[in-house]
């Protein structure tokens, strides 16, 4: 069985660091296209980043690259979301995500106070 586990959630106070990570349970992972998204309240699931197998493709949604860093350890089954200076707009919900699956994990919850 598939299981995805978000964690590193917690409040911040805007400028400050946070980094989430998410460890996949019964899947190969080494090869998966692993994605971080985030839905705030009210709003609809937006992409953050991904990134390959390999780590050699990464990507961002524009308006977050300058400030979030995606990485993975495959030894560890394990993808990494770093966030510096959070703003109160990053307050959402973040989730992982096997690129191209219905497999997702139960969200972990960031909130940025101002």
């Known amino acids: 069985q598939v299981r995805l586990v978000e964690s590193g959630g917690e409040l911040v106070q805007a400028g400050e660091y946070l980094r989430l990570s998410c460890t996949v349970f019964?899947?190969?992972?080494?090869?998966?296209?692993m994605g971080w998204y985030r839905q705030a309240p009210g709003k609809e699931r937006e992409f953050v980043a991904s990134?390959?197998?390999?780590?050699?493709?990464?990507y961002y949604a524009d308006s977050l690259q300058s400030r979030f860093i995606i990485s993975r350890d495959n030894a560890k089954n394990t993808v990494y979301l770093q966030m510096f200076r959070v703003k109160p707009e990053d307050t959402a919900v973040y989730y992982c995500?096997?690129?191209?699956?219905?497999?997702w994990g139960q969200g972990t919850q960031v909130t940025v106070s101002s």
């Open positions: 990134i390959s197998g390999n780590s050699g493709g990464i």
């Open positions: 019964g899947r190969t992972f080494s090869k998966d296209v």
């Open positions: 995500n096997v690129d191209s699956t219905d497999y």
